[in-house]
């Protein structure tokens, strides 16, 4: 059985940090890519951070670019998010999602996602 367990999430103020956790079990990093995706009330679900251990490669949102970073301890099975300089804009439900992994470039295509978490909340107040 596939699971992907977020945890990590909270309540910060603008400019502080968190760390997310992904644990994974039921499928490999040689396999399967992951990505961190999140979707605020009222919004679609935004691909925001990938990372593929097979091929070496990540890929981030202009939204986060420069302030998030992904990272992945395949010993572990778990993949990280960590975000920094948070900003209200930020506030959402995260989720990590799982995709084969290929070797064309990552466009957060939320149907090529075959296993998703049950997310875990952050709020960034002002």
């Known amino acids: 059985e596939v699971q992907l367990v977020e945890s990590g999430g909270g309540l910060v103020q603008a400019g502080e940090s968190l760390r997310l956790s992904c644990a994974v079990s039921?499928?490999?990093?040689?396999?399967?890519?992951i990505a961190w995706w999140r979707q605020a009330p009222g919004k679609e679900r935004e691909g925001i951070s990938f990372?593929?251990?097979?091929?070496?490669?990540?890929h981030y949102a202009d939204s986060v670019k420069g302030r998030f970073t992904i990272s992945s301890d395949n010993a572990k099975n778990t993949v990280y998010l960590q975000m920094n300089n948070l900003k209200p804009e930020d506030s959402a439900v995260y989720y990590c999602?799982?995709?084969?992994?290929?070797?064309?470039?990552?466009?957060?295509?939320?149907?090529?996602?075959?296993?998703w978490g049950q997310g875990t909340q952050v709020t960034v107040s002002s």
């Open positions: 039921g499928l490999s990093f040689d396999d399967y890519a």
């Open positions: 990372i593929s251990s097979r091929f070496g490669t990540t």
């Open positions: 999602a799982a995709r084969r992994s290929s070797w064309y470039p990552e466009n957060f295509n939320f149907y090529e996602y075959d296993y």
